[in-house]
């Protein structure tokens, strides 16, 4: 059974910088993709950014400086990587699976929650 576990959310201050993780099991990132996605209260779960069994990226409709995402093929593990985070209330990311039309095909886990407060 293919399953995304994401840790490392919190409270941060703005202009902080979190790390997240995204654990899978059953499924392997060396070949398929994995994507990150965030979900404001009230507004659609959307694509940060994906990346590939091959190392390629796509991003979201999101400031692409900020977000750096990484993998540990060995571990099955993806990161998120965020900086300069915005006071935009708090947010849930999810990490997921991604075919090759952009969809995310695995039973979606908890998230973490990011929220950005003074």
């Known amino acids: 059974q293919v399953r995304f576990v994401e840790s490392g959310g919190g409270l941060v201050q703005p202009g902080g910088s979190l790390r997240l993780s995204c654990q899978a099991s059953?499924?392997?990132?060396?070949?398929?993709?994995v994507g990150w996605y965030r979900q404001a209260p009230g507004k659609e779960r959307a694509l940060v950014v994906s990346?590939?069994?091959?190392?390629?990226?796509e991003y979201g409709d999101v400031e692409k400086d900020r977000f750096t995402i990484t993998k540990d093929n060995a571990e099955n593990t993806v990161y998120l990587q965020i900086d300069d985070l915005k006071p935009e209330g708090p947010a849930v990311y999810y990490c997921?699976?991604?075919?090759?039309?952009?969809?995310?095909?695995?039973?979606w886990g908890q998230g973490t929650q990011v929220t950005v407060a003074s």
């Open positions: 997921n699976s991604r075919n090759s039309v952009g969809r995310a095909i695995v039973t």
């Open positions: 059953g499924y392997i990132t060396s070949v398929y993709a």
């Open positions: 990346i590939s069994g091959w190392d390629e990226k």
